[in-house]
């Protein structure tokens, strides 16, 4: 696996200052005694943060399953532990977004959280800076580290500025689940340390223990160990997703602590990035093992959250399903292990990071103005509030997956993913699109439109410039990528062609494209004398030229096969990228 280091690619160590930051701005909030200077400085942190995420993407190389902006120092070498810090296409933008809902969050809770407010901000900080320290960890031991760290202010938000009565339950309920799958993780990891051990030992390496995340890609597992760690990690990830059956904390966390819990904990999906970035490609055989089991889980998930969204009576209630349901995709696509689900399944994390958490926005600023989350007392609501209701109309059609809009995009490909991988996974995830649209255009239409239920409303005004400027930033963002998604793909593009490689297998040859196009390339590459495919890359000419100085990971140059190929792929050891603009 390739890396390119942070002083050679920026010159300075850019991840490192996007996690300590926050927490030194944490460090800061604590040290000052006024709200106000507690905001400005969690303000000035955060734009600083959003600079540098700037920063990231610019100089990010696109195209490529190369870790980016790297950093690595030994930590604790007798241990094996290292502070080893990376992004690539999985995790770039999950920290973009990360750091995009944490500067709005704060806008947001600017002058609608009053009590606590520093430690409030505080906790935010925290939060912010583990969240992103779980994306950008490279060793396992970091991550285990930032995951944990991580629990402990998402508690206090809970369970000190919950709105609910049962949020002290709530909060408990929520660590109670979380920890028992980070014990269960624990020893997922312990297993792959041991294990790397023993295959050190045996090849006598100098180095005998570690827990960095390339080391332990390239030491055999076997298949029995696999099946174990898949089943821990399983129990971690599904916990902290959450899937079903493992999501009754979900709907609690989200209905009695505030909004800014609904945003990180419905819209960055820490569990599912946990799949994607361990258990996929450290455990390929047992993924495979365990893929049909998976998706069922999906497909139940999927129509249970959106059958159960359908009767809720609490806006919050809703969205906690309609947020079940929509990991449902997510995970579908991952476990369809081809290119085009796990694709769609990473491009809609990073969409449910915009698209829910907007939603949970939006309803923060209903609750601000009616003091109800019931469904019932929301009617008629377009007669007094046109530009919030419009703002909620097209963040509504985001949801249904709306041609135009960014979850349409990660929703096809991830259904294209499922019914390639079986009809029956394709049809059933139909099903929870139509159940979708059922419960999201039921509810604005009893909650939008209808007679006015509250006419002591009159004399709330709409939205205001704050809130004016957080719906629009997140519109545009759900339209951009919805009508333009080229750029958000070429940066992810890599990195899945790299993953769906190592989960098909290293000497696999995977065709993707136009029948009569797959036919040509086979027969250029297939043994014509024993009819199967060469083991050996070197030896495979594509009319170009792959010789022993290319790496098998590299892009290389080929000439047309023929104009009736139309946006093929070819994988062959790694990922060779074959459409018009190659030829």
């Not at 010159?11 to 604590?30: D, Q």
């Not at 998976?294 to 309609?322: E, F, W």
Request: aromatic share 14%.
């Amino acid at each position: 696996m390739q890396e390119i280091f942070a002083t050679e690619q920026i010159g300075f160590p850019i991840l490192s200052l996007l996690v300590f930051l926050p927490i030194l701005g944490a460090f800061g909030v604590w040290m000052v005694s006024e709200d106000q200077q507690a905001r400005k400085i969690s303000l000035g942190v955060n734009i600083v943060l959003l600079f540098f995420s700037l920063l990231l993407i610019g100089f990010f190389v696109r195209e490529t399953s190369a870790f980016q902006f790297v950093e690595r120092l030994n930590w604790i070498p007798p241990l094996g532990i290292s502070y080893h810090v990376g992004v690539d296409g999985i995790s770039l933008l999950l920290v973009v977004i990360t750091i995009l809902l944490s500067f709005l969050v704060l806008l947001y809770s600017w002058g609608t959280i009053t009590e606590y407010v520093r430690y409030y901000i505080l906790c935010l900080l925290i939060l912010e800076g583990t969240v992103i320290g779980v994306f950008v960890a490279m060793d396992l031991f970091m991550f285990f580290l930032f995951w944990e760290v991580m629990l402990i202010p998402m508690y206090f938000l809970i369970r000190v500025w919950g709105v609910g009565a049962r949020r002290d339950y709530a909060a408990m309920k929520f660590m109670v689940y979380t920890l028992t799958g980070s014990v269960l993780m624990l020893i997922g990891m312990a297993i792959l340390y041991m294990n790397y051990h023993e295959f050190a030992l045996s090849q006598d390496l100098s180095k005998v223990y570690s827990f960095d995340l390339l080391d332990l890609l390239v030491v055999p597992l076997s298949f029995e160990k696999q099946i174990w760690v898949f089943i821990f990690f399983f129990f971690a990830f599904a916990f902290k997703g959450p899937m079903v059956p493992f999501h009754t904390w979900f709907p609690d966390a989200l209905k009695e602590g505030p909004i800014a819990m609904g945003v990180i904990l419905a819209g960055i999906k820490l569990g599912a990035y946990g799949f994607i970035r361990f258990s996929l490609p450290l455990l390929p055989e047992a993924s495979v093992y365990f893929a049909p089991l998976m998706m069922v889980l999906s497909l139940i998930a999927i129509i249970y959250g959106a059958l159960i969204a359908l009767i809720q009576t609490d806006i919050r209630g809703l969205l906690a399903y309609s947020s079940i349901s929509h990991l449902g995709f997510v995970t579908l696509g991952l476990f369809a292990l081809n290119y085009q689900g796990i694709q769609g399944g990473l491009l809609q994390m990073i969409n449910l990071g915009i698209t829910t958490s907007a939603f949970f926005l939006m309803v923060g600023f209903l609750e601000n103005r009616i003091k109800s989350r019931e469904i019932s007392e929301m009617g008629g609501l377009v007669k007094r509030w046109p530009v919030l209701t419009a703002f909620f109309f097209m963040v509504l059609l985001s949801s249904l997956a709306l041609p135009g809009t960014n979850v349409f995009i990660g929703e096809f490909l991830i259904l294209w993913g499922a019914f390639m991988s079986s009809w029956w996974y394709g049809a059933f995830g139909v099903i929870g699109v139509i159940l979708a649209a059922a419960y999201l255009i039921w509810y604005f239409e009893r909650s939008i439109f209808g007679p006015l239920k509250r006419m002591d409303l009159g004399t709330i005004q709409d939205l205001g410039k704050k809130e004016f400027a957080i719906s629009l930033i997140l519109v545009i963002l759900i339209f951009w990528i919805g009508v333009y998604p080229s750029p958000v793909l070429r940066l992810i593009n890599g990195s899945v062609g790299d993953l769906t490689v190592r989960i098909k297998g290293k000497n696999s040859v995977t065709f993707v494209g136009s029948e009569r196009g797959q036919k040509e390339l086979k027969e250029q590459i297939l043994n014509p004398q024993t009819g199967k495919t060469h083991r050996d890359p070197e030896m495979v000419l594509l009319r170009g030229a792959f010789t022993p100085e290319h790496s098998p990971r590299e892009s290389l140059p080929l000439f047309a096969l023929g104009d009736n190929i139309d946006s093929s792929i070819l994988t062959l050891d790694g990922s060779i990228q074959l459409n018009r603009e190659s030829f």
